[in-house]
């Protein structure tokens, strides 16, 4: 949890982080933060969508967590996209995060309606000082190069679906090439892919797990991850992966796992720009 990776606008992010999708109730909220940060981990993911930005916040006003060590990460809603709503949402956002400002700020849906307004508020709001980065979330190839028609800056994230059964190496590359660091959701493919036979046999020769081989694979493809978990004893093991290495051969056997398989919902089209091209 020491690596950090250089982000295209010279901002420094934890290559692994912690997803706070799902977890809920206060109590459940501060002791998942103070076992992730006492292990570890400094960025913290949430979303709008999560409902739980407020408990996010008084998590991070009881522990008291210097705020220049932690990376923040919040996410606009579908509903939320616009120039002023998204805004007013983000400013909503920071007052429950109890924040002057997020590390990164993600657009979470790609949607036809404000799709330039939206991105135009990110840029000011980048500008303001509301947040210090600004990416995007579930963007495939098409979404990015439509927002590159009109963007005076592009995302230097892109948080997707990402894991062995959707390597989706195409956009790793695409992203790489534009300087866009892509960013694992559901890193762990929610839970499915632990079965895999590949994944039990990589993980006996190293005495770690199938989970800690999964983020391993994550770490060695130079994609940042934010595992979740709300089990102290789980949370501690996906930070533990520092201290073995895949071989070339062994990623090739996970690389091999993708079947295009998702776990959450397919990213929508955007009509006007799929009609040009
Ligand atoms: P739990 O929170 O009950 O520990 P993803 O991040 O891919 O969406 O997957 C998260 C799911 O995987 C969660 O349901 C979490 O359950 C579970 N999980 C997280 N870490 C581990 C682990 N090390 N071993 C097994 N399951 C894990």
């Known amino acids: 949890t020491d690596n950090y990776l250089q982000l295209a606008d010279g901002n420094m992010m934890p290559q692994e982080g912690f997803g706070l999708y799902k977890v809920t109730g206060q109590e459940t909220m501060t002791q998942a933060i103070q076992n992730a940060y006492n292990d570890g981990y400094r960025l913290f993911d949430t979303a709008q969508l999560y409902g739980n930005e407020a408990e996010v916040g008084a998590a991070f006003k009881q522990l008291q967590l210097p705020r220049e060590e932690i990376f923040v990460t919040t996410k606009v809603a579908e509903d939320n996209q616009g120039y002023d709503q998204a805004i007013a949402s983000v400013k909503e956002s920071l007052a429950k995060l109890q924040l002057d400002y997020v590390d990164l700020l993600l657009v979470h849906w790609p949607i036809e309606r404000a799709f330039f307004d939206t991105w135009r508020a990110f840029e000011d709001m980048k500008k303001a000082g509301l947040t210090k980065s600004i990416g995007v979330s579930n963007y495939e190839m098409i979404h990015l190069q439509y927002l590159a028609t009109q963007a005076h800056e592009m995302p230097v994230v892109d948080q997707v679906e990402l894991h062995p059964l959707l390597t989706q190496k195409p956009l790793l590359k695409f992203n790489h090439d534009h300087q866009i660091v892509t960013q694992a959701w559901s890193p762990l493919g929610r839970g499915a892919v632990l079965d895999q036979a590949v994944l039990k046999d990589i993980a006996t020769a190293h005495g770690k797990s199938p989970a800690q081989v999964i ?58 720009y799929n009609k040009q091209y």
Request: proline share 3%.
């Open 215 to 272: 983020l391993r694979w994550h770490l060695q493809c130079g994609v940042s991850f934010i595992p979740k978990s709300v089990h102290e004893e789980r949370i501690a093991q996906n930070a533990d992966i520092y201290d073995f290495s895949l071989s070339a051969d062994e990623m090739a056997r996970i690389d091999a796992l993708n079947n295009y398989q998702r776990t959450g919902r397919e990213p929508e089209l955007v009509y006007e």
